[in-house]
DNA sequence: TCGACGTAGATTGTATAAAATCCCTGGTGT
DNA sequence: ACACCAGGGATTTTATACAATCTACGTCGA
C-alpha cells in the first residue's frame, strides 16, 4: 500500500459502511468478484466482522455506481454488462470526456501538470504488464485529474463512475493487446496538447482515444467470442 | 437468455423501503420538500410508520438519484442546486438525449404513439397552469416513451434521474412564463418528425428544445435575480 | 466582552434479532 | 411421465435496541 498520500474523501473511513463499500468496489475492479458473482450479505458482514447492515448500504452505494445489480428479496450480483452495454459506457465517455476536458484544460495549474507528468512516469516504467491494477488506478486518476476544474459536478460523477467501470472491464485486454503503449502515447500527447493551449485538438484526441480503446475491446472480444 | 417476465409497472411496492423512497420522490419534485429541507430519518419512521432502516435506504436511493444529499453522521438535506448546476443538468440533457432518440425513433410502434397522443392531448385539454404536477409527470413520461426503445440502459438510466430533476426545477418557472405552451407546440412537431422518419430533424429539434427550456429558465432566475 | 471548553440533548450509525420472501425439493394427483 | 403445490431451509428485509457522533448551549477564564 502507497504511504501518506493526501487525505482524499475516499480514505475518510468515517463509517463502517463506506469502508465496506471501497474494499467490494476494489475487489469487483481488481476482478476478485467476477461478473455475476453472488453478493451474500452475511458471508461479507462475517468476513469484515461487521453487521449486514452497513454491507447492505455498501452494496446500494455500489449499485448506484453500476458495479452491483441488486434484485429484490434475492440479493446482489456483480453486474454484468453485455458487450454493447460496455461499448455504450464508452461511447458515453467519447461524449462527455472532451466536453469536461474543454471546461477544464484553462484552469489546470502547474501542479496539476506536476501530477500528471508523475502519472506518465509511473506508467513508463517497468511496471506495465506486471500491475495492471496500479495501471487501472493511475488511468483512472489522470482522467480524472484532467477533468477536475470543470466545475460540472453532475458530469464529473458521472465520468467518474464510467471511468471505474471501464476499467474494469478493460484490464484483461489491456495486458494482451499492447494496448497500455499505445494509451501511454495518447495521455502524453494529450498533456502536450492541453499545456500549449490546443485545446480543441486535445478534445478530439481524447474523444478518439476513448473511442479507440473501446474498438480495441470490442475487436478483442469478437476475436475470442466468435463461437457465441 | 432470461425467460420474459412480466414487466411490471412497479407500482407494486414490493418493499417499504421502495415505497418510501416513491413517496419522498414524489414530495420533493411536487416542492412539498424544498431545497434545503432537512429529512430526519426518525420524522419520516414514523410519519409512514415503519422502522428508520427502509427510511435510511429509501434516503440513499434518492441520493443516488441526485434529489437529496447525505451528509455522514449529519443527516440528509434536500439537494440544493446552484443556477449553474440546473443549467449544467440541460446541458446534459442535450448531449444525451437526441442520441437516445436517434436510436429509438425507428423502432417506435404505433402503440407507443397512440400513448405519445394520448399525452399531447392531455396536455391541451384545460389542465395546463392549475395542475402543473400532472403535467410535469407528464412531460417526463413522454421523454422516457421517446427513449424507450434505445437499447442504452445507461444513459437511459442516467436521462432519466436528469429528467427527474429538472422537471423539480422547472416547474415554478413553468407555470409563469408560459413555458407550457411552447413545450406543447414543440413536443408535437416532435412526434410529427419522428412519425414522418426524419429522425436526424427530430433530434435537431429536441436538443433546441431542451436547450431552449434550460435557457427560458435561467432568464426567469436573472430577472428574478435570486440567488438561492 | 469574547472565546474556548465541556457537558447535555438530539440525531445518525451499527448490532442483534424477528418477520417476510424466495428457491428448491419432494410428494401427490392426473 | 408431467404438472402442481406444499413445506423446509436459506436469504433478504424490517424492527428494536444500543453505541457513536454531531450540534447547541452554558460555564469558565482571560
Redesign the pocket.
Known amino acids: 500500500m502507497p504511504p501518506a498520500r493526501p487525505a482524499q474523501k475516499s480514505l475518510q473511513h ?4 463506506s469502508a465496506v463499500a471501497e474494499e467490494v468496489r476494489r475487489r469487483i475492479v481488481d476482478g476478485e468478484f467476477k461478473s455475476g458473482f ?5 458471508a461479507l458482514a462475517t468476513e469484515f466482522g ?5 454491507v ?2 455498501a452494496l446500494m452505494q455500489l449499485e448506484a455506481e453500476g458495479l452491483v445489480k ?1 434484485l ?5 450480483i456483480v453486474s454484468e454488462l453485455s458487450m454493447e452495454e460496455v461499448q455504450e459506457l464508452f461511447e458515453l465517455r467519447a461524449l462527455l470526456e472532451p466536453r469536461l476536458l474543454k471546461a477544464s484544460a484553462k484552469h489546470l495549474t502547474e501542479a496539476d501538470y506536476e501530477r500528471l507528468s508523475q502519472i506518465l512516469q509511473e506508467y513508463s516504467t517497468e511496471l506495465r504488464a506486471k500491475h495492471v491494477r496500479r495501471w487501472g488506478e493511475l488511468n483512472t486518476e489522470f482522467h480524472n485529474v484532467l477533468y477536475q476544474h470543470a466545475r460540472q459536478p453532475r458530469a464529473q460523477a458521472i465520468v467518474g463512475g464510467l471511468l471505474q467501470e471501464c476499467d474494469r472491464h478493460t484490464r484483461l485486454q489491456l495486458s494482451l493487446t499492447g494496448g497500455m503503449e499505445r494509451a501511454e502515447v495518447e495521455h502524453a500527447e494529450l498533456v502536450r496538447l492541453c499545456k500549449s493551449g490546443k485545446v480543441s485538438a486535445a478534445c478530439a484526441l481524447l474523444k478518439t482515444h476513448i473511442e479507440g480503446v473501446g474498438k480495441s475491446l470490442r475487436n478483442y472480444f469478437e476475436e475470442h467470442n466468435k463461437t457465441t
Not at 38 to 42: A, S
Not at 72 to 76: L, S
Open positions: 468515517r463509517t463502517i459502511a453472488q453478493l451474500r450479505q452475511d461487521v453487521s449486514r447492515i452497513p447492505r448500504e441488486i429484490p428479496h434475492r440479493g446482489a
